[in-house]
């Protein structure tokens, strides 16, 4: 009988040692986030499991025993920190699914579709609670760092909730990007790097590089949701767009001011809902300049954050992963 080939992690590593041992730590990290959302109530417990048990890339936590080898990787406080990213995250999607009023998460029901929007909300605050219950275990330093980051992702929320009020379009999106998804992994990054007793300097460069690679990878799918065929993609093209989300490409579209993209910007300020009218809005939108001008911004995001990590040795297995993984969100978008 053939052993199936272990799935591909989340982050490009190319030193087999290296891979070998986030593996196995992988390993650890999951069985703390299984031990983390028992409750003495089973109903609490099958709803906090619903959607750690539906699957995901663990992108959070791998990244924080990764940034973790710039120290001492072998301590228990990683594992731990893992666990808060993980449980944050989760937490948010909870919340996520309620507000977008989204029937799957992952390939399953999300949890506002299999019971109902009050118990998806309180399952997402438990599973908060549990994170802030392990982040006292990391000290005052990290409820601080915790407090703030989860501040910016709800912030983020919110501000995609109310829209612009406040800001030009373009930088409110940008915003909101920063904060819904850079932030938690900035800290994901930045937590590997302290709780391994990595240098305050490698600790900053890193937060600043999960900050920066978080938020490019988000944009990055705002292009592919324009660029890409559905084949190509597993997704269906233009799925922001039909429901009337404006992601990078069509916010710097609305900027133009070119008399030729007066058909484009009528359909962008209609609805969408009609397939021909989306099919052409989709066509106009992928021979307009502005996703060339989306691609830059990407390419510009994921070149600062690979300057950021000349802090770490030339050559090493975490900095050459680290660089494979912004070239990769550099190059989706081609």
């Not at 990213?85 to 579709?113: C, I, K």
């Not at 069509?250 to 900027?255: P, T």
């Not at 001008?293 to 030339?314: G, H, I, K, S």
Request: one cysteine or more.
């Amino acid at each position: 009988m053939t052993t199936p080939a272990p799935a591909a992690l989340a982050l490009p590593i190319l030193d087999p040692e290296l891979e070998d041992r986030l593996r196995r730590r992988l390993e650890e990290v999951e069985a703390a986030l299984e031990d983390s959302v028992q409750s003495e109530v089973p109903f609490v417990t099958e709803a906090a499991r619903h959607l750690l048990h539906a699957g995901g890339k663990r992108f959070r936590p791998l990244l924080v025993l990764l940034a973790a080898e710039c120290g001492d990787p072998a301590s228990d406080d990683i594992v731990t920190a893992a666990c808060v990213v993980e449980l944050t995250h989760l937490g948010s999607l909870y919340h996520d699914d309620v507000m977008d009023e989204a029937a799957l998460r992952r390939g399953a029901d999300s949890a506002n579709a299999r019971w109902d929007n009050t118990v998806a909300i309180l399952t997402g605050d438990w599973l908060f609670a549990k994170s802030s219950e392990l982040t006292a275990r990391l000290g005052a330093d990290a409820v601080r760092i915790q407090a703030e980051t989860f501040g910016r992702l709800v912030e983020g929320q919110i501000l995609e909730t109310v829209g612009p009020r406040d800001f030009d379009p373009l930088d409110h999106y940008l915003r909101v990007v920063a904060g819904k998804t850079g932030s938690l992994i900035a800290t994901s990054a930045q937590y590997g790097a302290r709780f391994s007793g990595a240098s305050r300097e490698v600790e900053e460069a890193l937060r600043q590089y999960g900050e920066m690679i978080g938020a490019a990878f988000q944009l990055s799918d705002d292009i592919l949701d324009i660029a890409s065929e559905s084949d190509e993609s597993g997704k269906t093209p233009g799925t922001d767009l039909r429901e009337g989300v404006d992601t990078l490409p069509v916010l710097l579209a609305k900027r133009s001011g070119d008399p030729g993209d007066a058909r484009l910007l009528e359909l962008l300020d209609g609805d969408l809902a009609d397939d021909a009218l989306h099919a052409e809005t989709l066509d106009l939108l992928r021979r307009h300049p502005a996703m060339d001008e989306a691609r830059a911004y990407v390419l510009d995001r994921a070149r600062e954050a690979r300057q950021l990590l000349t802090v770490l040795p030339e050559g090493s297995p975490v900095r050459a992963a680290l660089d494979a993984f912004a070239e990769i969100v550099a190059t989706r978008t081609a």
